[in-house]
């Protein structure tokens, strides 16, 4: 049967290579980890790859926007009020609140102080009159969010919950 559906136009194969970055395991939700059979071929569904070309489309769409821009002093200020802020993070700051994307993607790994450059990024969007909320994957991640960056947060789920029941004030 799976052999059969594979065939079918709703499975779409991935190509190989195109995974550099895969697990060689895969973590349950018990914590358990399991071998991910790298070399074996893997699939999607149209569905899934329509998702991920509006996805990705979004932020391009958001270029222009001119969106959360905080005056460049108060960006000094705010970066100058921490000392231990790195080359790295500083410069982040500067792009998430200089730019005026719509969309900015900030990725790094954990404990390389993203959280503590948002906190900047927060402080210079408030003295700008920006609203800063912060949405998350899991609860945890918006408990942090809010702990360490002083950022009010809720669920991703939540915030979309809140966005369909036509609460706009969710997301100014």
Same mark, same amino acid.
């Not at 009020?81 to 954990?110: F, K, N, Y």
């Given at each position: 049967?799976? %052999?059969?559906?594979?065939? &079918?136009?709703?499975?779409?194969?991935?190509?190989?290579?195109? %995974?550099?970055?895969?697990?060689?395991?895969?973590?349950?939700?018990?914590?358990? &980890?399991?071998?991910?059979?790298?070399? /074996?071929?893997?699939?999607?569904?149209?569905?899934?790859?329509?998702?991920?070309?509006?996805?990705?489309?979004?932020?391009?769409?958001?270029?222009?926007?001119?969106?959360?821009?905080? %005056?460049?002093?108060?960006?000094?200020?705010?970066?100058?009020?921490?000392? &231990?802020?790195?080359?790295?993070?500083?410069?982040?700051?500067?792009?998430?609140?200089?730019?005026?994307?719509?969309?900015?993607?900030?990725?790094?790994?954990?404990?390389?102080?993203?959280?503590?450059?948002?906190?900047? /990024?927060?402080?210079?969007?408030?003295?700008?009159? $920006?609203?800063?909320?912060?949405?998350?994957? $899991?609860?945890?991640?918006?408990?942090?969010?809010?702990?360490?960056?002083?950022?009010?947060? &809720?669920? $991703?789920?939540?915030?979309?919950?809140?966005?369909?029941?036509?609460?706009?004030?969710?997301?100014?």
């Amino acid at each position: 049967m799976a %052999d059969r559906f594979l065939a &079918t136009e709703h499975a779409i194969p991935l190509t190989a290579g195109a %995974d550099r970055n895969r697990s060689e395991v895969i973590r349950r939700a018990d914590g358990r &980890t399991v071998p991910s059979m790298p070399s /074996a071929e893997r699939y999607t569904t149209p569905a899934v790859l329509d998702a991920e070309r509006r996805l990705l489309a979004a932020p391009a769409q958001r270029r222009a926007d001119g969106a959360a821009i905080a %005056d460049e002093r108060v960006v000094d200020h705010a970066l100058a009020e921490r000392p &231990t802020i790195g080359i790295d993070q500083a410069q982040m700051v500067r792009c998430l609140t200089t730019s005026g994307h719509g969309v900015e993607i900030v990725a790094g790994p954990a404990g390389s102080g993203k959280t503590f450059a948002r906190d900047a /990024a927060r402080a210079a969007w408030g003295a700008s009159g $920006v609203e800063v909320r912060g949405a998350a994957v $899991v609860r945890a991640a918006a408990h942090v969010l809010f702990d360490q960056a002083g950022i009010e947060s &809720t669920r $991703v789920a939540a915030l979309l919950h809140e966005l369909r029941r036509g609460r706009r004030a969710a997301l100014p």
